[in-house]
């Protein structure tokens, strides 16, 4: 056992002694402490479903919708084992209780190799930090970690209750509930039959333990294509997002928030609202640990007549200590850093710098990513109102129980007297776990005690005010034998932490022995097996504010390590596939994906030229996150401006076994569109202190016209389901660097990719005809 498992394995075991665990978490995970509300006449049965006398069943989900369908795979899993009418399902965000606390993701996060996934420390390691975690952890939507999570509580919930009402019927009828089956929400009980509907009161009252779940062969639901649960109302525009919250004598806030990194209010105008119609208050914003900045906030009648109050205002700030750091200074820092090979090891098998100093030849390259921002649809908004009872709060939220405990802690008054009612997410990427919104929103709703205010922010506020995708550095060196093949390969990189820096806001505990697997993951946790390798990263302190961005440390350490695998590939002569092949010959899994994505591409036969006669290409990309594999092979030219236009991406997904597999391709179109976005188009840049992006024309996202046809396969699978909702992102980026190394023989080792105005090499439309 390494040091580190030994080490996670004993704080596990001392929250063990300290709580006195007895169960296991499924079961631990159904009832929570208080009810939750069902309507009008819907009787709960456990957390996570209640039954109402008509037969409808509510669902309550502690994951909130952003588009990803957890609602449809949730009620999916709960109906697959309650044997209810799927027509008679609706879900409903749960409360916040510890019952929900997501153990999943909190898993994901040790640092671990996939490949030590049955050794025994590693295993009593993740148990003993699932309890810690059912105890001490949070409700949160992220890491692809939903599916993961509720797979067997939602499950176990659903058979509990379809349990209980077999008892009931079976008393009802005199029978023995060995002699009832179900079947869409009724129970047959000898020659009686029983309505859930009507059962359900008697159901309540029925203790039952040791349930059976459902064997999968005898799925009815799970495996197989549902349309959305909440399909329909999203085509009537029904779902009600936080900017649609609506209040009786509601009033709205605008913000004028620091301008430049470290920067504080001055002044402002006080006196240039006076006699301004619909004015009501003018709050002085301090910033907070929770990451908001200082600034100045508007309490009026309309978010228009706050925002041009603002203006009026002429809020003045000191400026910040960072006046002089520019993106370019970033980037040296980072090179700098990935330079000195000092830093944290993740991974370390055989000799990989002593093979690298011993080698005749090496190749030693850099690879650089910019900072990137959520740029969510919707932008950061909540609504409140604080009263002498306490703190109503509407918003959307990956992370309501520490969304609550920050509402609390800035009004002042213990979490129980804090009711929150969550909203569907107009997106999320990550940028919802922080709570920096909501804690501003409080502390502006204060200044009007007794009424909601609502709190929007402008989407230059959004883009300037974010917690970025960190900036990124890496080093990759290999030593080459005589045929070129890599027989050591060293990794170093550099960046902020952004799990450290979102824990230590939010208020996460996060032991220092405990390495912040984000910064590095994409490189030291993905299959390959050079004969030797060493992964090491080091943390940089800057003054930019970072947090989790969709598939956070693979989005770019995924670009840096499979294009850096591809240009192994070249060096050894080798086509970029089979040579993947050949280091995967102990990983079946992998090897499936990657054959699938060869067989789905045609990889290696003649690419036909695009529609205007440009030559094609093709590159291909591996990657192992959140549990999934994921291969991809991008096809693509250049346009007569030498801009990329890529035409189709062709995916092959292992990611477990499947619950909704509708929904899990969705999730993979909507990766791969998110990452191909930030591959040619996505950078934050930072000049004189300041964020420069600020609406959608300086920071554009794919458009409809550059969008590709997606092919996507689903790799049969009998293990637990994995993540998706990310892991389709990491791939993009490398697949479509490679194939233009393929198509013009440059390699582009920046992110996003551009390639540079005048031809390095030949005109387009003189490369070769196809990667592979």
């Not at 999570?149 to 659903?158: F, I, N, P, Q």
């Not at 997002?241 to 470290?262: E, I, K, N, W």
């Not at 969705?666 to 202190?689: D, K, P, T, W």
Request: charged content about 20%; aromatic content about 6%; glycine content about 8%.
């Amino acid at each position: 056992m390494r040091r580190r498992t030994f080490l996670l394995a004993g704080l596990g075991a001392t929250g063990a002694l300290v709580l006195g665990w007895s169960l296991t978490p499924p079961r631990q995970r159904l009832h929570p402490g208080r009810a939750p509300v069902a309507g009008n006449d819907g009787v709960p049965l456990n957390g996570w479903l209640a039954v109402h006398p008509d037969g409808r069943v509510t669902v309550f989900s502690p994951k909130a919708e952003m588009g990803q369908g957890i609602h449809t795979a949730l009620a999916m899993l709960i109906a697959e084992e309650l044997d209810c009418d799927w027509a008679q399902l609706r879900v409903v965000h749960s409360g916040v209780d510890r019952i929900y606390n997501n153990i999943a993701a909190i898993l994901d996060g040790l640092p671990f190799h996939e490949d030590l996934e049955e050794h025994s420390g590693v295993r009593a390691a993740r148990w003993l930090t699932a309890k810690t975690v059912r105890e001490v952890g949070v409700m949160m939507t992220g890491g692809s970690s939903s599916v993961r999570d509720v797979w067997e509580v939602a499950r176990t919930a659903g058979a509990t209750a379809r349990a209980q009402l077999v008892a009931a019927a079976a008393a009802r009828a005199g029978v023995a509930a060995s002699a009832c089956r179900t079947e869409a929400g009724v129970v047959h009980a000898g020659a009686q039959s029983f309505a859930y509907g009507t059962l359900v009161r008697e159901a309540a009252g029925m203790a039952v333990r040791d349930v059976t779940l459902r064997d999968p062969a005898q799925y009815r639901l799970v495996g197989r294509d549902r349309a959305r649960i909440d399909g329909d109302a999203i085509v009537r525009g029904a779902p009600r997002y936080s900017l649609d919250v609506r209040l009786p004598g509601m009033r709205y806030a605008a913000v004028s928030m620091a301008p430049s990194l470290g920067a504080t209010v001055s002044g402002f105008r006080r006196e240039a609202l006076r006699d301004r119609a619909g004015m009501h208050t003018v709050v002085e914003l301090p910033g907070s640990r929770y990451g908001e900045v200082p600034g100045v906030a508007v309490i009026a009648d309309g978010w228009w007549q706050a925002r041009q109050a603002l203006a009026a205002l002429d809020v003045q700030f000191f400026p910040g200590p960072h006046l002089a750091l520019g993106s370019d200074d970033v980037a040296a820092q980072l090179r700098d850093a990935a330079h000195t090979d000092t830093g944290l090891p993740f991974r370390s098998t055989g000799d990989a710098l002593g093979v690298l100093a011993a080698a005749d030849r090496v190749l030693d390259v850099t690879y650089e990513a910019p900072y990137l921002a959520h740029a969510t649809m919707e932008p950061m908004n909540a609504t409140v109102r604080v009263t002498d009872a306490g703190v109503e709060l509407w918003t959307s939220t990956q992370v309501p129980g520490v969304a609550c405990m920050a509402a609390a802690e800035v009004a002042g008054v213990d979490v129980s007297r804090v009711t929150l009612h969550q909203q569907q997410l107009g997106g999320g990427f990550g940028r919802r776990l922080e709570v920096d919104y909501v804690a501003q929103a409080v502390r502006i709703a204060m200044a009007a005690p007794g009424v909601a205010v609502q709190t929007i922010w402008s989407r230059e506020d959004d883009m300037r005010h974010d917690f970025y995708r960190p900036a990124a550095a890496s080093r990759l060196r290999a030593a080459l034998d005589a045929r070129g093949v890599a027989t050591s390969v060293v990794c170093h990189s550099a960046s902020q932490a952004p799990f450290k820096a979102l824990s230590q806001r939010i208020g996460i505990p996060y032991p220092s022995f405990v390495p912040d697997k984000t910064t590095a993951e994409g490189t030291w946790d993905q299959p390959y097996e050079f004969p030797a390798i060493r992964s090491t990263h080091l943390e940089v302190e800057l003054p930019v504010p970072v947090g989790s961005w969709r598939a956070v440390g693979h989005s770019h350490q995924g670009f840096f390590f499979e294009s850096f695998v591809d240009e192994l590939a070249h060096a050894a002569n080798a086509d970029p596939l089979q040579y993947r092949l050949q280091l995967l010959r102990s990983h079946a899994r992998a090897r499936r994906v990657l054959e699938t994505v060869a067989r789905d591409s045609a990889w290696g036969s003649p690419l036909a030229p695009a529609a205007d006669g440009a030559t094609q290409a093709r590159g291909v990309a591996l990657h192992w996150s959140f549990g999934t594999v994921v291969a991809m092979v991008a096809e693509l030219s250049l346009d007569a401006a030498r801009r990329v236009r890529v035409h189709r991406l062709v995916c092959a997904v292992d990611c477990g076994l499947v619950v909704n597999p509708n929904g899990v391709r969705q999730q993979v179109e909507g990766g791969a569109i998110f990452g191909l976005s930030a591959a040619l188009h996505g950078e934050v840049r930072l000049e004189n202190g300041r964020i420069r992006p600020g609406n959608f024309n300086d920071y554009p996202p794919l458009r409809m016209s550059e969008c590709p046809t997606i092919v996507t396969t689903l790799v049969p699978s009998t293990r637990l389901p994995s993540g998706i909702g990310e892991p389709a992102l990491p791939v993009v980026a490398p697949a479509v660097a490679n194939a233009l190394f393929a198509l013009t023989g440059t390699r582009l080792r920046t992110l996003p990719l551009r390639l540079p105005v005048a031809p390095p090499q030949s005109a387009p439309g003189t490369a070769p005809s196809t990667a592979s």
